[in-house]
């Protein structure tokens, strides 16, 4: 059983296009994120849902909208992609967001591709 | 601005050897520390966590703490070429969310 798991794993689209990319956790986690890991690597939070209450919301360009249902899912629109969007982005959970010992466990990743 | 930073590398030892893996980071309210692996195409997994000043072993890897330095180790003992990933460094602050480092590529030659 995959703890973490996200759809589409490879997206290619055109400039301009919206997009969403879905994830569902079956860990029983409060708290789900969104990262985005560039071309150099560099693994940047983007959001932060904890029982779908949004906790953080780094600076992002506004065509991204994050839903979260429930807290089992946190799904991740882009609206109007640019080409600078492409980049591997990864969902991922913790069991709580304000304890010490947390652990953040990630999905496979969505590789973006903006053309 | 809560940064986290590791030598980018390539890092490179002999199979056999001990790897050792840096990271800083600048927020002292930082309460909990991770190492990471990601191979090439594939997600970041957990190596290891660490909260307390000090070393923990993990099989052939060890993580060290030292809080007051604001700085974190991992040393892979007898270092194999499947051990060839980035390593990502992980700092959590309760509370806040967890900041990666931008990651070490390590390469074990046979």
């Known amino acids: 059983d995959t703890a973490v798991s996200q759809t589409p794993k490879y997206l290619v689209t055109q400039m301009g296009n919206d997009k969403s990319i879905k994830c569902e956790q079956n860990?029983?986690?409060?708290?789900m994120y969104w990262y985005k890991q560039d071309s150099k690597k560099f693994l940047k939070i983007m959001f932060s849902?904890?029982?779908?209450?949004?906790?953080i919301n780094e600076t992002v360009p506004n065509r991204f909208s994050p839903k979260s249902p429930d807290k089992a899912h946190l799904n991740l629109h882009i609206n109007s992609l640019e080409l600078g969007d492409s980049a591997v982005y990864f969902c991922a959970s913790s069991q709580d967001f304000g304890t010490g010992s947390n652990t953040i466990y990630f999905g496979e990743g969505s590789w973006l591709t903006v053309v | 601005q809560k940064e986290v930073e590791q030598n980018s590398g390539p890092l490179s030892v002999p199979e056999g050897a001990i790897a050792s893996l840096n990271c800083t980071y600048s927020?002292?309210?930082?309460?909990?520390f991770f190492w990471y692996r990601q191979y090439s195409g594939k997600s970041p997994e957990l190596i290891m966590s660490i909260y307390s000043n000090g070393d923990k072993e993990d099989g052939r890897f060890t993580a060290q703490l030292n809080k007051a330095s604001q700085y974190v180790s991992l040393l892979i003992r007898d270092s194999q070429p499947s051990d060839s990933a980035t390593y990502l460094c992980?700092?959590?602050?309760?509370?806040?969310?967890?900041?990666f480092g931008p990651g070490t590529r390590l390469s074990v030659l046979p």
């Open positions: 860990l029983g986690h409060d708290t």
């Open positions: 849902y904890n029982n779908k209450e949004l906790i």
């Open positions: 927020d002292r309210g930082s309460q909990s």
């Open positions: 992980a700092v959590n602050n309760y509370g806040q969310n967890f900041v």
